[in-house]
């Protein structure tokens, strides 16, 4: 499975940004996708995750951090994730990954795309 992340910028606080991943690979497997992101000096924590299930659906889970400013969806036709992030913080700032799992409990991660939140 490859991933590639995009959508990355510039952007003032208040702003909003979508970042976007294409999977491409053996994806039939794939039941979860995610976005993490790692600030200078932090460790990788997750942002949000989406967990598809046949009968359940796609179920998004968020950290406490972003709850109610960013969205996460997934349009598994065109083997895409989004992060839809609005009223962003300087604490938002940080290179953000596209990541899956597979049913399997393999994982993989996109190149990172750097989002940075100014005053």
């Known amino acids: 499975v490859q991933l590639q992340a995009s959508g990355g910028g510039l952007v003032q606080t208040g702003g909003s940004l979508r970042l976007s991943c294409a999977a491409s690979?053996?994806?039939?497997?794939?039941?979860?996708m995610g976005w993490y992101r790692q600030a200078p000096g932090n460790q990788r924590e997750l942002v949000a995750l989406?967990?598809?299930?046949?009968?359940?659906?796609?179920?998004?889970n968020y950290a406490d951090s972003v709850k109610g400013r960013f969205t996460i969806s997934r349009d598994s036709a065109k083997n895409m994730v989004y992060l839809q992030m609005d009223s962003l913080k300087l604490e938002d700032t940080a290179v953000y990954y596209c990541?899956?799992?597979?049913?399997?409990?393999?994982?993989?991660w996109g190149q990172g795309t750097l989002v940075t939140v100014s005053s």
């Open positions: 990541n899956a799992v597979s049913r399997h409990a393999e994982t993989y």
């Open positions: 690979g053996s994806i039939s497997s794939i039941n979860v």
């Open positions: 989406i967990i598809s299930g046949v009968i359940s659906g796609d179920i998004p």
